[in-house]
């Protein structure tokens, strides 16, 4: 089984993160330069990201999502920047939003959910300013199958279930695919960072353990059943022999372009 984004039980799966200092400084370093007024954060979820924009200096915030519940979650997650932020309903080949208006279009963690790739950066050039930013951030299948860690939990998954390879494989686009989107959408100043982005601290390995067990935040944990969830759970409670505080970090790729 797959995440069911507008099931209401998932409306806060994606609304207690963080967003890291890794991320703000590769960000800073894309922008160095840029003025960053009006920014579209598509496939927004619970609007983490949106809150940062604004935190990081955008005066206009739009996030973007499919689904009614996760806007849901992400509005009363970003109370206290709702002069700021703006959430609509759309999807990432039609946003419903104006041409050549916005200085950055963030898609983060969302590619892998899309089978049409070219026309979702299309859609982002569409709705830049001359000279306006594209940053996508997702995980390659090599930054899916890294070797499982006391730091890298997702690759214990792969190690178990060879069979989530397959699914990866399938949803995952490679680095030269989305360079390819990218040229074809005439897009300047392609360039490609990777980034190990810290996604969350936890004080014990039982804490760990516990959000495995909720599938919060992990689609990818939507395809086992729960005898297989509990399977998982006991295998990485043995490859992480410690019990002190967990730093789980994840390996992205991040391409950034310009119209």
């Known amino acids: 089984m797959a995440i069911d984004f507008h099931d209401s039980n998932n409306k806060y799966t994606y609304t207690n993160r963080k967003v890291p200092s ?35 200096g ?14 849901e979650g992400a509005k009363e997650n970003t109370l206290p920047y709702k ?28 590619i892998h959910h899309l089978d049409q790739l070219s026309n979702s950066v299309m859609e982002a050039k569409r709705i830049l300013k001359n000279e306006g930013v594209l940053i996508i951030q997702d995980r390659t299948p090599s930054d899916c199958f890294l070797k499982g860690s006391s730091t890298h939990i997702r690759g214990h998954l792969f ?53 495995l067990r909720t599938r919060k935040g992990r689609s990818i944990l939507f395809e086992l059943d729960n005898r297989e969830l509990e399977k998982l759970i006991t295998y990485i409670d043995s490859k992480i022999g410690s019990t002190e505080p967990i730093i789980e970090k994840d390996r992205w790729t991040i391409w950034s372009a310009e119209k």
């Open 22 to 56: 890794e991320w703000i400084e590769v960000y800073g370093k894309i922008t160095s330069g840029k003025h960053i007024q009006k920014a579209v954060d598509i496939g927004c979820g619970g609007g983490v990201y949106s809150q940062a924009l604004v935190e990081l």
């Open 58 to 71: 955008s005066s206009e915030v739009v996030g973007i999502d499919f689904s009614r519940t996760m806007l």
């Open 83 to 110: 002069s700021s932020i703006q959430f609509v309903l759309g999807d990432a080949y039609a946003t419903g939003l104006t041409s050549d208006r916005y200085d950055l279009v963030l898609k983060r963690a969302l």
């Open 159 to 211: 190690s178990l279930f060879p069979r989530l390879k397959r699914i990866e494989e399938r949803r995952r686009y490679k680095s030269d695919v989305v360079r390819r989107a990218l040229k074809q959408a005439e897009l300047k100043n392609i360039q490609e960072t990777k980034l190990w982005e810290t996604r969350k601290l936890y004080k014990s390995k039982d804490e760990l353990l516990e959000e």
